[in-house]
Every structure is written in C-alpha cells, then in structure tokens.
C-alpha cells in the first residue's frame, strides 16, 4: 500500500514538474506584446486574377485587423496609404520590385510594407505575399499559400496568414509540440508506475519458502 501512494506522489510530482518546464519554456519563447514596439506596416496592395475588387478589399481590411491583433504591427489606414501615396504619383498597382516597395514605404513613413496577389481559379484560390524592409531593402517575409473552398471561407487564412508574419506561427507550433511531448512523458511515466505497482503486487503473492521448511532431499543410503 506504501509503495503504491509513493507511486502515485512520483507520478504527480512528474506531471507537475513537466508542465511547470513547457510553461516556463512556451513563456520564454513567445515575445511580450507590451514588451517590444510595434512596428509601423502599411499594405501598399494586393492585386488578383479573377476575385472581385470588393473582395479583395475585403481580405485587406481582414488581413488588416488581424495583424493589429498580434499586437506587432500598427497599421496605416487604407485611406491615409492610398492619399499619400497618389500624391507622390507612385502608382501602387505597378509596384512590386523590393526597391519599388521601399521608396513606398519610405514615403509613408512605415517601417514595412506588405504586397501580394491571389490568383482564383473556380474554387482554388493561390496567394501570395511578401514583406519589405526599407532600411535594408530587403524582404524579411514571403509566404505563398492555396486554399479550396469559397470565398467567404478563404478570408479565414488571413489568421493564420498574420499569425505568420508576426512571427508567432512557429512558436505557436513549438509550444503544441511542447504540450504533445509533456503529455506523451506523463503517459509513459504512469504506464510504467502501473506496471512496476502490478509486479510487485504479483511479487508479494508468490511463496517462495521449501514447503519442507529449508530440508532438502534425504542423501542416498539412508
């Protein structure tokens, strides 16, 4: 009875040990959002093939809210993007060269700026995306992703879409691994608990005493 609520205490301090250990690890990993500033983007456009112009403003104000959701980004409004830039006669349709991107950008006055395209074929949608940094004149991220279904559904990839360029996407797939590993650990921990319980508990059953009380056998010629 001992042995099995000492196994039991093992077994809970494992489990609250791991998980005080991916806690601590998913914490370190993930960035603060009132720690670091949020970086000022503006979306310069997005243009496409074969989607509607409402729609495609539509995915951009989607696009749009959830990058402010990360708490990464400030966003420039859409109004205030398009003014701007018409009055220094850039044409935003034309633009996709990193350089292009970057005289935007600086502009604007952001400290990136994000382009893209999505292409519709009947119910497969292709996008792509790609982010510029005017300082290096560089781009720091490029994703292109398919989606089939309808429209309506397809808005729901700007999530993950955003998650992505903020740079949580990863983190956020290390920290399930994490939880995967944790539980898989505790598993193992108990099954071998429950079985190291069950062979003692076999052990006690067994007699091992000579039912002729430590006599062995007469010797011959007796």
Known sequence: MAQTKNSY???AFVFILTFTCVKSQTSAGLP???AEPKE???IIAITSTEVLPDQIETFIGRLASD???TQKFELLSRDETTKSLAEAKLETGGCYSVHCLSEAAKILGVQKVLQGNIIRRGKLFRGFVKV????STSITFSKTWEFSGGFDEFLGTSRSLAQDIAGNGAQLQQKSWLYVAAA???LGVTIYL???SLGAG??????FEDPGGGQGPPPPGN
């Open 194 to 196: 429950i079985n190291r």
């Open 202 to 207: 076999t052990d006690r059953g067994v007699n």
């Open 184 to 186: 898989v650990l505790t």
């Open 9 to 11: 205490k093992l077994l």
């Open 67 to 69: 990058l402010s959701e």
């Open 132 to 135: 510029v940094d005017p300082v």
């Open 40 to 42: 000022s983007l503006a």
């Open 32 to 34: 603060s959002a009132t």
